[in-house]
Structures are given as structure tokens and as C-alpha cells.
């Protein structure tokens, strides 16, 4: 149910695009969806599923030449974070519809 697939943007991250340095989170954010996506955010959680960092996401065009459409974003850890059991998720605006959530959150273990 829904927006038909071919209508819908897709925000996507994957083990390599996750880099931590000290209390820094680098995160490569891929459009692959059929269309542009929303500017959205990229928010880290904690074990306990607590917000510890957040970041802007620009709005991403969609890979319609089939070359990548990436934007590489920051999030700053703060002091003693520890990552067993946390996650860094991506989303758009509202919530927008994707083709895929699955490609959405990563562990940082």
C-alpha cells in the first residue's frame, strides 16, 4: 500500500560508509531512489535508544544517470559515548515514504 515504488526517493546507508574517529562520526549517504529525495537527518542513539547527536541531510538528487548521488555528513559524539549497542539512522523530512527502510539504520559495534 502506498505511493507505487517508481514514485518514491530512497535514502540509503551501508557498512562502508560509517567511519568513527575519536568523538567523530563521518556518514556517506546514498540516493537511490527513482526520485530526488527530501532534505532529512541522520540521528545517533544510544543502547538505551537516547538521541545523542544529529546532523542535517541536504536534499539528494536521484541517481538517474547511474552515477552515485552522495553527500557526506558529520555528527559530533559527545564525551564518553560508547557505541555498544548504538545505531546511526537516516530519514527524510516527515517521515517521506521509501522504497526501502532497511537500508536506513547501522550499528556502530
Known amino acids: 500500500a502506498g505511493t507505487p515504488v517508481e514514485t518514491r526517493a530512497d535514502l540509503g546507508i551501508g557498512r562502508g560508509d560509517l567511519h568513527r574517529d575519536g568523538q567523530s562520526l563521518k556518514l556517506t549517504v546514498h540516493s ?31 541517481p538517474l544517470d547511474l552515477l552515485p548521488k552522495t553527500v557526506e555528513v558529520e555528527l559530533k559524539l559527545p564525551q564518553g559515548f560508547k557505541p555498544d549497542g548504538a545505531s546511526v539512522q537516516v530519514s527524510q ?15 556502530l559495534e
Not at 93 to 107: K, Y
Open 32 to 62: 537511490l531512489g527513482h526520485v530526488a529525495t527530501l532534505p532529512g537527518q541522520a540521528v545517533v542513539t544510544d543502547a538505551d535508544g537516547h538521541e545523542v547527536a544529529r546532523v542535517a541531510i541536504p536534499a539528494l538528487p536521484a
Open 93 to 107: 523530512q516527515g517521515d517521506a515514504e521509501e522504497v526501502t527502510r532497511l537500508n536506513n539504520r547501522l550499528s
